[in-house]
């Protein structure tokens, strides 16, 4: 189990979160080509996780429903049951139905996009979604 004491034991002695784990997991997942297995996953992941981390986050993925896996050999290979762009959408969706103001929530949301967002979110609900990859900014740019 999990709580306060391993968030703390996390700062202390430098280990990621199992959110941040998965995270990263499936990081690596979408940026791979095709189903990889968990030793593959391993060396996509930075610093030195012990296989049997990957493993267990790769199962603990694959219960909830994020991965989907093939058998390869006498193990499984892994892949994201949805892309990046949908998972994150849905992660948006989860945490707007969860506030209490809706309204206030979008208005604070919007407010704060990059003015590149901005204009990409009217052309979006404009229905103008023509936008070439080439002019979309990185994750974490505006």
């Avoid at 892309?83 to 849905?90: C, L, N, Y």
């Amino acid at each position: 189990m999990t709580g306060r004491g391993d968030e703390e034991a996390h700062e202390a002695s430098g280990r990621r979160a199992r959110g941040e784990l998965e995270s990263d997991v499936l990081a690596a997942l979408w940026s791979a080509d095709g189903p990889q297995t968990a030793r593959r996953v391993q060396e996509r992941l930075p610093g030195d996780l012990a296989y049997t981390t990957v493993l267990t986050i790769l199962s603990r993925l694959h219960d909830k429903g994020m991965l989907v896996r093939h058998r390869e050999g006498r193990g499984y290979a892994y892949e994201p049951a949805r892309d990046e762009a949908s998972h994150t959408a849905q992660r948006m969706h989860s945490l707007l139905e969860g506030g209490s103001d809706r309204q206030a929530v979008l208005a604070r949301f919007v407010s704060e996009l990059s003015e590149h967002d901005e204009h990409l979110l009217q052309r979006l609900l404009s229905g103008h979604s023509d936008t070439p990859p080439e002019n979309k900014s990185p994750r974490g740019k505006g």
